[in-house]
């Protein structure tokens, strides 16, 4: 297995490394989270489109700006599902039947495709962990999540452990997940870096509350995301009939899919009769907008890891209150937002308070919040991380055939790299 390209001839400077023929393998076609992320990173500058493909579980909005950008793209469609999406034991054994099924399809595409190397974005990607091993390629799963859903989690453990050959994890909580002990032959942790081009976009924050028509006197208090019990939903409907008599200026806007199995009454509830001063804006694509427009972001999520949206809400400027699971400490402490503990509506409503009646220092967490993005959450510092493992992965996956072959035996060594100290 070879991954280093011949310059040009005639330059004479030798030869360069390049990523090997990888297949990115998302695990949710809606644009949200990790997924959004490998969208950016598959688009991100600097990353050479011909040695990408983009394997889509379903049909996905982001197969046209994929496309757009020279990537091949391919769409397992009809088979979808994750093991931590179900609820009960009989949805789970469903799943996994039908995730099975997809292996042989997974197994296919790579070696018709002469695939090098599988990249699965999430730890619940078990069938193209499994065809990655069927047709002896060097895989490399991203761990973005940190939260146990039973025995899904302990299936998807067994799975990374015994399938991958390298692992990064998206937060230290998700190594955590794995008892800290390292993955396969090389792991890393390494924060979602979210995109340079956020730091511009608050300069057009005015103009941007005009657009969705939030009146100078509202205090809009923005949801993004899937609308489920994991991501406290039902405790932010719960506790904004308190707030909205607190503070009657405060505006709630949701923005998000409902989650196809919810069975919450609450969280059902809300979607359909928002109560008043609420509003349930659905799917949007112009979430970053949202996000700029907006006086605080909410999630009061009790399972995370390091969330995307928050990273984002910091770079742009937008103050955060976040229950403190997964790495969402390491986020907003220290005086970069308002985190806050515990279960049900009741610490939520007191921190979301604390932010709305202190606007000055809402403001200046959001300054402290900017000042570490811009330190340790940029993208461009994770993309290089990332395009540096694969590449590292495939060729000691290439030395030790090499070894093998020819008789020889050999280990690849283990690498950590922790985040930095907040």
Known sequence: ?????????????GRRPRLPRTAFCFHDPQPSGASRW??????????????????????????????????????????MGALTDNRGWQDRAA???NRACMVADYVSLFRGEAVQLVYANSSVQIAPMIAARVARLPLVVHVHEAWNTGCASALKRLAV?????????????????????????SWMVSPNGVAPELLEL?????MLRQRFEFAGKDRVVLFLGTLCERKGVHDLAACWPDIRRRFPAARLVVAGNLDAQERNRAILDFAQAPPE???????????????????????????EAMPLSISEAMMIGTPVVARAVGDV??????????????????????????????????????????????????RD??????????????????????????????????????????
């Open 381 to 422: 510092v994770q993309n290089r991380q990332v395009r540096r493992m694969i590449r590292r992965t495939a060729g000691k996956m290439g030395k030790m055939e090499k070894a093998e072959t020819t008789g020889k035996t050999g280990t690849a060594g283990t690498t950590e790299s922790g985040r930095p100290p907040k």
């Open 95 to 97: 799943v996994a039947l």
């Open 202 to 206: 608050s300069a057009h924050r005015r």
């Open 38 to 79: 490998l969208c950016d990173f598959l688009l991100s500058d600097g990353f050479v489109a011909d040695r990408a493909i983009a394997v889509l579980p379903a049909p996905s909005p982001m197969e046209a700006p994929l496309r757009d950008a020279g990537i091949e793209v391919r769409v397992l469609a009809g088979r």
């Open 277 to 303: 001063g609420a509003e349930y804006l659905g799917y949007r694509d112009d979430a970053r907008e949202l996000l700029c427009a907006a006086d605080l972001f909410v999630l009061p999520s009790y399972g």
């Open 1 to 13: 297995m070879s991954i280093i390209e011949e310059t040009p001839s005639g330059l004479g400077v």
């Open 161 to 185: 452990r015994r399938l991958a050959n390298a692992a990064l994890f998206a937060a230290q909580s998700g190594l955590d997940m794995f008892g800290g002990q390292p993955i396969g032959r």
């Open 329 to 378: 400490e390491w986020q907003i402490g220290d005086g970069c937002g308002f985190p806050f503990r515990g279960k049900g509506p009741r610490p939520l409503t007191e921190a979301l308070a604390t932010a709305l009646s202190n606007p000055t220092e809402a403001a200046s967490r959001a300054i402290r919040a900017r000042n570490f993005a811009k330190k340790y959450l940029l």
